[in-house]
């Protein structure tokens, strides 16, 4: 992929990951005309995250966003693998969606690289890692960048275009194009601890949780403040429990280490964390679900 018109021309895209991130993901890809293949270690998996898909697209279709006839449409394009090399063989685009660690996504990346061709685009929706740190495992960094998705993914408009030390200007203006095509509106921010969304978001989470461990206010209160005073569309205690508690804290100590104590996860967090409660998906965090 040498220029920014090639966006266009992706019609074949893997997903790595079936969680929440990577079944949207798949999702607006889906409905912006690729085949897709949403992989993920187990059926189990991969068939929770077409359930969710199914879920979204239905919803859409209620709220008259979406035809019966584009939803049945989207899923004929999606296919589910469990076999990362036969998944990536043909892929024009490598998107990957798996959990927060940097090892992890390091030895994903080395085996993408073996199985993809060489003019795939290799993308990472890391909320907070570094691009650079992850491409140290490739034979061709310049053609890794971050492509950061907000959950939920079919709804949300923005998306991070993250540049790593050695992505080259054409997949830059690639991913940038590529994210006009799936509906969202990029932004693009340098390889800096937690980018630009997670460094604020958490940041303002952060605080928020200081507030309850203090007393000043409920979190529904604390929430409500920025919706109405600030018209975030919701607030910062609901999206952490949406996000996952035990996400959020990864995070934070990732931003603590590299920027320094205000981003200290508060005793709360811990606390929480070490409770088992992670917000929605374990039913019970700063809400109750």
């Known amino acids: ?139 061709c960094p310049q053609r890794f960048i971050g492509m950061h998705f907000f959950n939920p993914v079919p709804l949300m408009a923005l998306l991070e275009v993250v540049v790593g030390e050695q992505t080259s200007e054409a997949n ?3 991913a940038v194009e590529l994210s006009k095509r799936l509906g969202k509106e990029p932004i693009v921010v340098q390889d800096a601890p937690g980018f630009a969304s997670s460094r604020l978001g958490v940041c303002i989470g952060l605080e928020a949780m200081r507030m309850v461990e203090a007393g000043v206010a409920s979190a529904a209160d604390i929430d409500k403040a920025m919706e109405l005073g600030y018209r975030h569309p919701m607030g910062p205690l609901r999206l952490t429990d949406l996000v996952g508690l035990d996400v959020r804290l990864g995070i934070a100590e990732y931003l603590c280490e590299k920027l320094g104590d205000r981003f200290a996860p508060p005793q709360l967090l811990r606390d929480m964390v070490a409770e088992g409660k992670l917000g929605k998906k374990s039913g019970e965090g700063f809400y109750k679900w």
């Open 172 to 174: 830059i203006e690639l």
């Open 1 to 139: 992929m040498s220029d920014s018109s090639s966006a266009q021309s992706i019609s074949r895209a893997v997903v790595l990951g079936a969680g929440t991130m990577g079944n949207g993901i798949a999702q607006v890809c889906a409905q912006a005309g690729m085949q897709v293949v949403l992989f993920d270690i187990n059926e189990q998996a991969v068939a929770a995250g077409m359930a969710n898909i199914e879920r979204m697209l239905s919803k859409a279709v209620e709220k008259g966003k979406a035809s019966l006839d584009e939803t049945k449409a989207a899923l004929a394009l999606i296919s589910t693998s469990t076999d990362l090399a036969a998944s990536c063989a043909d892929a024009q685009l490598v998107v990957e969606a798996i959990p927060e660690k940097l090892e992890l996504k390091q030895s994903v990346m080395a085996q993408i690289e073996d199985a993809v061709n060489n003019d795939c685009l290799i993308a990472s929706n890391t909320s907070s890692l570094s691009i650079s740190k992850i491409a140290s495992s490739m034979c």
